[in-house]
């Protein structure tokens, strides 16, 4: 069966619709010139020179995929899809402090920048004039501020794609040679560059899948290993350091209770905190392992040593039964696990923008059972209005009714005259 083919559109529809994307790219160049500071520069455009800026501004970016698809991606149009997203998401602070995302500084914020710093346009006493206005704002259009930004934006693409059980994704610049013409916009490429195997692992009567924890380095993967000493073994027995894998249960809970941030920047803090692991042992083949976002400490990881190898099984939040944060906070506040999951003090993002800060018994509560990081790491890497739940509020309220529960104001004020000596 023949396809059906696409009916071309008739000339003077083509007119028309050229005619709108005209008219819509210049009300977009007068809203860039709008946000810089300066929209009365606009009216110093000749109208040539705004039909030569259309006609050769920049494309949207786009990302080609090198190779086998992410998960969860079906295919080139859904990637493409959530990379506008990224470049929607990521933006830049101007000279007077408005925002503009990546994808304006990518299309019309390059395009204004190539053709107001353009040398046979600077003769003209107009561009003379949107140059030196400009000029702040222009900066941020140099090579060097550009390779920055480009940096951030391949982070940031490398991370939404990427996860210790699916695979590291790298992405390059894609435009070659001729390819680098202004006009065609910016091409990148996604690159699997690990692809995560799992290993079957014998845990009690059967086996499990794990996967290594590691990162990608000089696009080699580096899995972690432990030395003996640092998980108090023989070294006569454990003669080389320890790998660590991770359950799929434990990459199931991690991105479940670590639900603020996307999955692969959540899955480098936890190659970042095993690689420097600060170690707690809880029996003769049972660990935690802190896992920290950068300085601060919301977790732990919950391991065992199987065989010579050690297994993590699952993510606890600092506040979870398990953590000597949860046992501090219990002895204080006298809540219970019942009480946690309640209260859904079990995911990191009721932390964010909580109240918790400024409410001063809950902070001091809070700082004496070693939880403050948590809630400062929610505040941290808050993005958007997205999270309404006041914990503090529920919180409060809970400690108020609690039978035989001992006075707040003076505990607070007590821990507090301790943090200061």
């Not at 894609?174 to 013409?181: A, H, I, P, Q, T």
Request: proline share 5%.
């Amino acid at each position: 069966m023949s396809k059906t083919r696409k009916k071309k559109a008739s000339p003077q529809l083509q007119k028309q619709t050229e005619a709108q994307n005209r008219k819509k790219f210049f009300q977009k160049v007068k809203w860039f010139l709008t946000i810089c500071g300066h929209p009365e520069l606009y009216a110093l455009l000749p109208i040539r020179h705004l039909n030569k800026l259309f006609e050769f501004r920049l494309h949207p970016p786009t990302l080609k995929i090198i190779g086998k698809l992410p998960p969860g991606i079906p295919d080139e149009k859904t990637l493409q899809k959530e990379f506008y997203s990224i470049l929607q998401n990521l933006e830049l602070k101007l000279p007077n402090g408005n925002l503009i995302s990546y994808y304006d500084y990518f299309t019309i914020g390059h395009s204004c920048s190539l053709n107001f710093t353009a040398e046979w346009y600077l003769k003209l006493t107009c561009y003379q004039i949107i140059h030196k206005k400009m000029a702040e704002s222009l900066e941020l259009f140099t090579e060097e501020n550009i390779l920055e930004i480009l940096h951030d934006l391949f982070t940031m693409t490398n991370l939404l794609f990427s996860s210790l059980d699916s695979g590291i994704y790298l992405t390059t610049l894609g435009n070659k040679g001729s390819d680098l013409r202004p006009q065609n916009g910016l091409k990148f490429n996604l690159t699997q560059i690990h692809k995560a195997t799992p290993v079957e692992i014998k845990i009690g009567d059967g086996y499990r899948p794990v996967f290594p924890i590691g990162w990608v380095k000089g696009e080699k993967f580096k899995q972690v290993s432990i030395t003996p000493q640092k998980l108090h073994l023989a070294t006569k027995i454990y003669r080389s350091n320890v790998p660590v894998f991770i359950q799929s249960h434990a990459i199931i809970r991690m991105n479940e209770r670590l639900d603020f941030a996307i999955n692969g920047f959540v899955h480098l803090m936890a190659f970042a905190s095993v690689s420097e692991p600060v170690i707690i042992r809880k029996g003769r083949t049972a660990y935690l392992l802190e896992f920290r976002i950068n300085e601060f400490k919301v977790g732990y990881f919950a391991a065992d040593l199987i065989g010579k190898k050690l297994i993590i099984r699952t993510f606890l939040l600092a506040t979870q039964q398990g953590t000597p944060e949860e046992e501090k906070f219990r002895q204080i506040t006298g809540l219970t696990r019942d009480d946690i999951d309640f209260l859904k003090m079990t995911k990191i993002s009721s932390f964010a923008k909580s109240g918790i800060e400024s409410n001063s018994r809950l902070k001091a509560i809070f700082k004496e059972a070693g939880l403050l990081p948590l809630v400062e790491c929610a505040n941290n890497f808050y993005i958007g209005n997205q999270y309404t739940y006041k914990v503090s509020d529920l919180l409060d309220n809970y400690l108020n009714v609690e039978p035989d529960a001992p006075n707040w104001e003076e505990m607070a004020e007590t821990i507090e005259a301790e943090l200061e000596k």
